[in-house]
Structures are given as structure tokens and as C-alpha cells.
């Protein structure tokens, strides 16, 4: 053992690999603790360079260049500083009050700014979007404010939203938009809901303020999930509770194409589309202003992202969700388009409450098609009713039709984009039965038959119509649906296979009915 060492020692290669080895060690270990304490050194620069809070004469973080003389402060000035420290200090009352607002007093009028200061104002997503309008509103002089929000402040939520910072991570951003707007607006009175809105908690989220008390004068729709959306936009339409809706600002980039205009208007984007079918679906095909934007989708322009193929291999895509139902694709948002949507949900919200007078683009108005296609289907089931074998002369008297213009709006709008099937001519539209009914469609629900009390219905289905010109589905109805031919022996395969592919969308809605 003694004479393999010696052997070992006395080798000079070995020697020589042996003092490389402890030479780069000792390199690196010089290296390292070099880099220690650089790293020390600027962590201690850092700390020193943070202003203790509890120092009434802080060191500058940044040095400042002056050019020219500091101007000195004015009377205005003074005064506003004065009220400022004030109001720091808990003392304010309503001169410092109608100071802060003094340019919205002059450019509203006492009585407008009056009205705003006793208006009461509900904020439905705290957000990109609610955050801005809720700021907007406080800052403007809405006394009353109440910020429903089930989520929390991420650190992705930073790009968009008005008042959060890295502190507030992880806080609910009702609380947080609160803390932070108390200290800009101390006067205004918050009513926080940590909650989702749906069908079940909305009495109580949209009620008075106060048990008996103010009802809302207006909504600021600023939610992102369809149903929730969708919920929210129905109550309030049902209670007659003024509502503004901002529609979706993800993908968008241009704030000149934002606009507000009536729900039946608005268009190019999916939660637009997917929001105003869904309520024409239940009656609704107007009377909803909504912020969204023309901005049309292009090459080269943001999309919506979809997952990554392993979280999909994670398990159901819902469950990845931070509630059942919401979406859970990325959705790529600039950061100021979610402020200029907010903001013009606020400046409607404003001028509303305080009758300012506004000119918006006026949209177009289709609610007399409408009611033109809901006769052409009343004449058209009428005719399929007394046409089939052995029916009496008078069985169409009184017969109704399970189609309302909220179908009708449905069908050409959205489903036909408001153009006919067979041609794509976009005038004199109507809707019309695609097939033949095997049997007569006729439904007898109560009443004594041949009596003036009897009810009648047809079965008619969304699925069951089809968009053409007027000319087009007087031919259809001639030769199709009162004839023997068959939709092959008129139309080529590509007509037949939009319709077929137009129909199964339909089937998809029936139950949003």
C-alpha cells in the first residue's frame, strides 16, 4: 500500500492533474465569493436607497433636472393644498368636496353635478374594464358605489387595471379598487360584494342600497363570462334597471373604432355576438347600449389563444377553470384598451344620470322586418295547415306561431348574417320552412275544437327555417313545401350544404329559448 503511493506521488502526470484540479477550485471558489459580494454589495445599495416610512425627510430616489425657475405656487394652488391636507388628515366636508369636482361643476352645471353626487351606481366586474369606470365614477362624484367581484388580483391582472399594484396580489380586487379609491375620493360610500353574479344572487346584488332604500340609478356591466353576462343584462331588462354593457376588448388595439351603440348593432367580436344572440333568443333584441368595437380581425393581429395541448392532458378542461363555466383559453388584451372601454362605460353612465345631452351614431333599425317576417311565417303555416288532407276550411282561425321577433332577429341577423341563403342578396329577407312536414303541423292545445276558444299552435322549430329573399321563398313555398319536389331538385349541393351546416347551429340554440 506504502509503495503504491509513493508510486502515486513520485508520477508526474498525476502531480500535474492533481494541481489543475485544486487550481480550478480554488478559481472558482474566488469567482463565487467574488460574485457573493458584488450581489451583497448591491443588495445593501438597495436597502439604503428604500426611504424609511417613518422619516419625515426621505432621500430622493431619482435625482431630479431642473430647468429654470420652480414656479411658484398660486392662490388656486395654495388653497387645493391646503384642503388636500385637510382631507389627508380625516377634516373634509363640501368645500373640499366641490373643490375636487370644480371642473366637472362647471362643465355639468350645479344641478348635473348635483344629480351625479346622489346618484347610486352598481359596478358588475371589477377588472380591466370596472376597475376604470369605477374610478371614473368616484372621481366624478358619484356618492355610491357598489363593486361585485368574485376574484382576486393577479400579477397578470397589472397591465390593465386602474389602481391595483404589486401589493395588492392576492387581494380581492372589490378591496382593493376600495382602498385604493378612498384615498382619491374619502366622501364616497362603497358597498363591497365578494361574489359571481348569476340569475340566484341577483335581487340582491342589483337591490336597493339600503333595506327599503335607493334603487340603482344605473349598471355597469363589466363581466366577461357569457352567462353571467347574459343573467345580469336579462334582470335588468326585466326590471327595467338602466344598464350599459361593455362588450369584449381582448384582441383589440385601435380605441378611434370604440364606440357605443344599441346591443342589436354591435358587432365583430365573440363575446358581442355570442351575448347578443343569446338575448335576442329571449326577447331581446334591443333597447341595451353597449361599449364595443368595429375593429375588424386580421392578419398579422392578436386571437384568442387556446390552452396548450398538455393542460388538456391534465383532465376536464373545466376544472381548470376558477369557476364552473368560465373560460379558461388565454385572451390576449392590450393593456389600455380594457381603460378606454371602462371609461366610455363611465362617460354613458355620466351623462345619463346627469342629462347631458349626447349624439351617438344612430344604428339600424329592423324591428319593422321583423314584424314583415313574422306575418310572412304566420301566412306561410297557415297555408301548410289547410293544405294538409281532410282539413276544414276554417282551421287557420286563430292559429298562433311559436316564433317571437327575438327569433326571427336570431335567425336573419346572426345564424343567416342577414343575407339569404340561396344568393346572398341581403333585401327583402324572409324566413321559410326548408322541408316538407310529414304530417300536418297543426297542435290543438285547449279549448273546445271548432269553438272561438279553441288554441291553436303549429310545431316550428328554429332548425326548421331557412333565410331567402321574399321572391326566393314564395318559389321554395310553391314548389316545396305545397309541391312534390324535393330541396335537391332547386338548389346545388353547396346551397344544401350551408343550409344543413346552418340548421345544426340552430339546434344548438333551441335551448337558450
Known amino acids: 500500500m506504502a509503495s503504491l503511493i509513493a508510486q502515486t506521488t513520485s508520477n508526474s502526470k498525476i502531480q500535474l492533474a492533481a494541481t489543475a484540479v485544486v487550481s480550478a477550485a480554488v478559481a472558482a471558489g474566488a ?48 388653497h387645493g393644498q391646503f384642503l388636500a ?7 373634509f366636508d363640501d368645500e373640499l368636496i366641490l373643490e375636487q369636482l370644480a371642473r366637472n361643476r362647471v362643465f355639468l352645471g350645479p344641478d348635473g353635478l348635483e344629480k351625479l353626487r346622489s346618484a347610486f351606481v352598481v359596478v358588475v366586474g371589477c377588472g380591466g374594464v370596472g376597475s376604470h369606470a369605477a374610478a371614473a365614477l368616484a372621481r366624478s362624484g358619484v356618492s ?6 368574485f376574484d382576486q388580483v393577479s400579477l397578470s391582472s397589472l397591465n390593465r387595471h386602474a389602481v391595483a399594484t404589486l401589493d395588492d396580489v392576492g387581494m380581492p380586487k372589490v378591496q382593493c379598487l376600495h382602498d385604493r379609491l378612498m384615498a382619491i375620493t374619502p366622501w364616497v360610500r362603497f358597498d363591497l360584494h365578494l361574489a359571481k353574479f348569476d340569475g340566484r344572487t341577483a335581487p340582491d346584488l342589483l337591490g336597493a342600497w339600503e333595506a ?20 345580469l343584462l336579462k334582470y335588468c331588462w326585466d326590471h327595467g334597471l338602466p344598464v350599459i354593457s361593455s362588450m369584449g376588448a381582448g384582441t383589440k388595439s385601435d380605441p378611434t373604432r370604440i364606440m357605443v351603440g344599441d346591443i342589436g348593432t354591435s358587432t365583430d367580436d365573440g363575446l358581442s355576438r355570442a351575448t347578443r344572440r343569446r338575448l335576442k333568443l329571449l326577447g ?24 396548450a395541448e398538455e393542460e388538456f392532458q391534465k383532465g376536464s378542461v373545466g ?20 381603460a378606454v372601454f371602462g371609461y366610455t362605460a363611465a362617460n354613458h353612465v355620466i351623462m345619463k344620470i346627469t ?50 321577433t327575438g327569433d326571427i332577429a336570431f335567425l336573419v341577423e346572426e345564424l343567416y348574417r342577414g343575407r339569404s341563403v340561396v344568393t346572398g342578396i341581403p333585401t327583402k329577407l324572409v324566413l321559410v320552412r326548408w322541408n316538407k312536414s310529414a304530417a300536418s303541423p297543426l297542435v290543438r292545445i285547449a279549448g273546445v ?20 329573399t321574399k321572391d326566393e321563398a314564395t318559389r321554395h313555398q310553391k314548389e316545396i313545401i305545397l309541391g312534390e319536389k324535393r330541396p335537391e331538385d332547386l338548389y346545388d349541393a353547396s346551397v344544401i350544404a350551408k343550409v344543413e351546416s346552418r340548421r345544426k347551429e340552430a339546434e344548438t340554440y333551441e335551448k337558450y329559448r
Not at 355610491?144 to 367581484?149: F, M, Q, S, V, Y
Not at 332604500?213 to 352567462?227: H, L, R, S, T, Y
Not at 376544472?319 to 380594457?338: H, K
Request: charged fraction near 30%; include cysteine; glycine fraction near 8%.
Open 144 to 149: 355610491k358605489i357598489r363593486l361585485i367581484d
Open 319 to 338: 376544472d381548470l377553470s376558477s369557476l364552473a363555466d368560465f373560460r379558461v383559453r388565454i385572451l390576449p388584451v392590450l393593456g389600455t384598451m380594457p
Open 85 to 91: 391636507n385637510r382631507a389627508k388628515k380625516g377634516d
Open 31 to 78: 469567482v463565487l465569493s467574488y460574485q457573493r459580494l458584488q450581489k451583497d454589495e448591491r443588495l445593501s445599495r438597495l436597502k439604503q436607497s428604500i426611504p424609511d416610512p417613518q422619516d419625515n425627510d426621505p432621500p430622493a430616489l431619482h435625482k431630479l433636472t431642473r430647468h429654470g425657475p420652480v414656479p411658484k405656487p398660486g392662490k388656486e394652488d395654495e
Open 284 to 307: 331581446i333584441t334591443c333597447g341595451i347600449p353597449v361599449v364595443f368595437s368595429t375593429e375588424q380581425m386580421g392578419e398579422g393581429k392578436a386571437a384568442l389563444l387556446p390552452l
Open 212 to 231: 327599503g332604500g335607493q334603487k340603482p340609478d344605473f349598471v355597469i356591466d363589466a363581466i366577461d363570462n357569457i352567462d353571467s353576462k347574459v343573467e
Open 355 to 404: 342629462g347631458y345631452p349626447i349624439d351617438y351614431i344612430p344604428g339600424k333599425a329592423r324591428d319593422k322586418m321583423y314584424d314583415g317576417i313574422l306575418a310572412f311565417i304566420q301566412s306561410s303555416e297557415e297555408k301548410i295547415v289547410r293544405a294538409a288532407a281532410g282539413a276544414p276550411k276554417d282551421v287557420s282561425v286563430g292559429l298562433k306561431v311559436p316564433i317571437t
Open 449 to 468: 275544437a271548432g269553438e272561438t276558444t279553441e288554441q291553436k299552435s303549429t310545431i316550428l322549430k328554429l332548425s326548421d327555417l331557412v333565410c331567402m
